[in-house]
């Protein structure tokens, strides 16, 4: 999917995918209908691919900061690639 965010192209078949939470159920993929998928950009730009089930709702990409992507990372189960590799940092040890 592509779209266009403040004069900005957002697009996942260049971007890298970092999580989703996409998870087989034992009969489909999605969650209650929906999935969200958080990308980063070559650029270093992160986004939210939410793609929907339900009629009446449309797929659409949401441009967030990197605060808010490190916060979803954590909230999503499907981790694609590291922490360290996703945000240039390791993550501070408890």
């Known amino acids: 999917m592509k779209q ?5 192209l957002y697009n996942t078949e260049t971007a890298l995918l970092i999580a ?10 999605e969650r209650q209908g929906r999935n ?25 990409i ?7 992507a490190m916060v979803l990372y954590e909230e999503l189960q499907e981790i694609a690639v590291d922490y360290a590799e996703a945000f240039g940092v390791e993550p501070v040890e408890a």
Request: aromatic letters at 18%; a positive charge; charged letters at 30%.
């Open 4 to 8: 266009v965010i403040n004069g900005k």
């Open 20 to 29: 989703s939470n996409k998870f087989w159920d034992g009969h489909n993929w």
């Open 36 to 60: 969200k998928f958080l990308y980063k950009t070559k650029k270093g730009n992160f986004f939210v691919h939410n793609t929907t089930l339900w009629q009446g709702e449309q797929d659409r």
């Open 62 to 68: 949401d441009a967030i900061s990197e605060s808010d």
